[in-house]
């Protein structure tokens, strides 16, 4: 069965730091998708970047930027001089491709960050 | 194009009771799904279709009912309402493959007292 852990329940850090969001995943298939997304304040869910497993490129948009690791199951997101508007819930998510598991998301437990300014 | 649209915003229940939540999407998206958000434990999907007249179970089916009649539209019944449903449900849908971002509607805060 997938699993997905997000250990840091809890980050708070002061406008312009950085912050790295931890993400591990567990998986017995060796074809799958790795995903985040954004839960600000109003309650929506923001899809923000998705990767798959061949693909071991980091990936970096604007402040945003990605390290895919199959090494060690890992795929963290590291914010670069944080802004009030990161503040948010940030859920890391694993869908698996094929048999019964087929496009369902697991997600991890969420963390929360708040930038204070 | 609105996207995923989910129905009502909030609601209160008596256990016991029934409801349908609703769900639509007219992006032509072949799989929709619904999970089920709870404090410190992420999102869980409680049942899915990957297409009109195909669901199946997810994580945490019990105590929920689906159909897919139409592309377009993916309701969640509850039978009985317990108050471990009370939980904030979004429905989503994407094109099929896992590959495939899910869009998320703007989600049902359900209590049941």
């Known amino acids: 069965a997938q699993k997905v852990t997000q250990a840091q329940t809890e980050i708070s850090v002061v406008e312009k730091e950085d912050v790295t969001l931890d993400c591990v995943y567990e998986?017995?298939?060796?074809?799958?998708?790795l995903f985040w997304y954004k839960q600000p304040p109003s309650g929506e869910l923001v899809f923000l970047i998705r990767r798959n497993s061949f693909d071991e490129q980091n990936e970096i948009s604007g402040r945003y930027s990605w390290n895919f690791q199959k090494s060690t199951s890992s795929f963290n997101f590291t914010i670069t001089a944080s802004q009030v508007v990161d503040s948010a819930v940030y859920f890391c998510a694993l869908s698996e491709a094929g048999g019964t598991s087929y496009g369902k998301l697991t997600f991890g437990q969420g963390t929360i960050l708040t930038v204070h300014p | 194009n609105a996207g995923v649209t989910q129905t009502p915003k909030f609601q209160v229940l008596k256990t016991g009771q029934s409801m349908t939540l609703q769900c639509a999407q007219d992006m032509n998206h072949e799989y929709m799904s619904w999970y089920r958000q709870d404090p410190g434990m992420g999102l869980r999907l409680i049942h899915y279709s990957v297409g009109a007249g195909i669901t199946d179970q997810g994580e945490v089916p019990n105590g929920y009912n689906v159909s897919r009649s139409t592309t377009e539209d993916f309701p969640l019944r509850l039978l009985s309402a317990a108050p471990s449903q009370t939980s904030v449900y979004f429905c989503?849908?994407?094109?099929?493959?896992?590959?495939?971002?899910?869009?998320f509607g703007p989600g049902t805060r359900l209590t049941v007292l």
């Open positions: 989503a849908s994407s094109r099929h493959g896992g590959y495939n971002e899910q869009f």
């Open positions: 998986t017995r298939d060796t074809t799958y998708y």
